[in-house]
């Protein structure tokens, strides 16, 4: 059963096509790594399986939904309930523990659940890091605040875009065996990536150049 189906996708910014109609089909439970040079595509592409930006032509069907023809509200509820992120940027706020990033993103679903917020850290080996602020965490242990945040709303599709870019290598393995449990667990995860050592994690390797589908 597919996850997602995207037909004959393409993105235009002023006189940039960033994708030039991109047919894919990605199975749930499937591990796909998104490879390309700077510039290719990648990141606009993600964005779109995820609802952060709108195709300028073609098709996004996740889990069995058009997301391409949704309205604003609509597409946040799609991003809320179905989609987990995962940046290379942290995107945490300084001011509040962990514990509260994670929480932040369960308020966003109309809900708040401290345990259940707890036991995400937990299950990314930060539950003795609860009440730690940002800045008193390590790049490693901030991404995998992101990775709960991520999880806590139980979504089936995780997107992680350049999540290991600013780790060095110990933190990347911890990272990258999370989301090799995730995907053991039954995640969709679709990985941006330019390291050919992490594209090889994969078991499928999506290759963009220039906007266009190339392997």
Not at 7 to 26: D, H, M, P, T, V
Not at 153 to 181: F, K, M, S, Y
Request: some cysteine.
């Amino acid at each position: 059963m597919l996850s997602v189906e995207l037909q004959e996708i393409s993105k235009q910014y002023s006189n940039i096509l960033a994708l030039n109609s991109i047919s894919l089909a990605i199975e749930k439970n499937e591990w796909v790594a998104v490879m390309g040079p700077s510039g290719s595509g990648k990141s606009t592409l993600l964005n779109i399986i995820g609802g952060l930006d709108r195709p300028t032509a073609g098709k996004v069907i996740v889990e069995g939904e058009d997301i391409s023809t949704l309205a604003p509200k609509q597409l946040a509820v799609f991003r809320r309930e179905k989609v987990g992120f995962v940046f290379q940027q942290f995107y945490l706020v300084p001011y509040l523990t962990a514990l509260e990033n994670v929480m932040l993103s369960q308020y966003f679903h109309s809900m708040t659940d401290e345990q259940e917020a707890a036991e995400a850290l937990q299950r990314v080996g930060l539950g003795d890091r609860l009440q730690h602020l940002p800045s008193e965490l390590s790049g490693g242990e901030q991404q995998r605040v992101c990775i709960a945040r991520a999880l806590i709303n139980h979504p089936r599709l995780i997107l992680a875009d350049e999540p290991t870019g600013n780790l060095d290598a110990e933190n990347e393995q911890i990272v990258l065996e999370l989301l090799e449990r995730l995907h053991r667990d039954g995640h969709t995860i679709i990985v941006v990536t330019h390291a050919p050592h992490i594209g090889e994690r994969a078991q499928k390797i999506v290759r963009l150049n220039h906007g266009r589908l190339v392997d």
